[in-house]
């Protein structure tokens, strides 16, 4: 089990293959479809993204409501495929991390490469169990989309698999 702190740094990157078991603690977003698209169209525009995502990790995640207490509700991945015609673009601006379940793109998987990226998966099903690795959350933009609006997670030992590396190993073609 490799535990790597967040931001993700080059080494930390090149250091990962697929298959590894990782426990991540830091600072990640949020985003899911929806979010995606209007980043997409932003840049389409020649807008800048309301939020950073150079050297970021994003966690495709729409979290159910928190209960009274809670930070957040139960927080499981989406299927990362609905993102995948916007991740070439983010990748080249520079986001260095993803968080989903299921398969990739080829056109994702070789942008994560040209960049120097990698995809982990979390765990289907587990929801509640990921929800507490989340410790602290605040809401960046789009808050019109509900629990779809873009985040800040703090995260403690968020448990994921290195699904696709960046080199291009991935768990899903062996």
């Given at each position: 089990m490799k535990k790597i702190n967040l931001p993700l740094k080059k080494e930390d990157i090149e250091a990962l293959h697929a298959g590894d078991s990782v426990l991540l603690t830091g600072?990640?977003?949020?985003?899911?479809d929806a979010a995606h698209k209007r980043f997409y169209e932003a840049l389409q525009k020649g807008e800048p993204?309301?939020?950073?995502?150079?050297?970021?990790?994003?966690?495709?995640?729409?979290?159910?409501?928190?209960?009274p207490g809670h930070i957040t509700g139960p927080a499981g991945?989406?299927?990362?495929?609905?993102?995948?015609?916007?991740t070439p673009a983010l990748l080249d601006l520079g986001l260095k991390g993803m968080i989903g379940k299921g398969t990739r793109s080829?056109?994702?998987?070789?942008?994560?490469?040209?960049?120097?990226?990698?995809?982990?998966?979390?765990?289907?099903?587990?929801?509640?169990?990921?929800?507490?690795?989340?410790?602290?959350?605040?809401i960046l933009c789009y808050e019109d989309l509900g629990t779809e609006a873009v985040r800040r997670y703090y995260v403690e030992e968020f448990p994921c698999i290195v699904a696709i590396d960046s080199f291009g190993g991935n768990v899903y073609e062996r």
């Open positions: 600072w990640l977003i949020t985003g899911r993204l309301p939020v950073n995502i150079k050297d970021e990790t994003i966690y495709y995640v729409g979290p159910a409501p928190a209960k991945p989406t299927s990362s495929y609905r993102m995948d015609k916007y080829p056109e994702v998987v070789g942008a994560m490469v040209k960049n120097g990226a990698v995809y982990f998966a979390a765990v289907g099903g587990a929801a509640a169990l990921i929800a507490k690795a989340i410790k602290k959350e605040e």
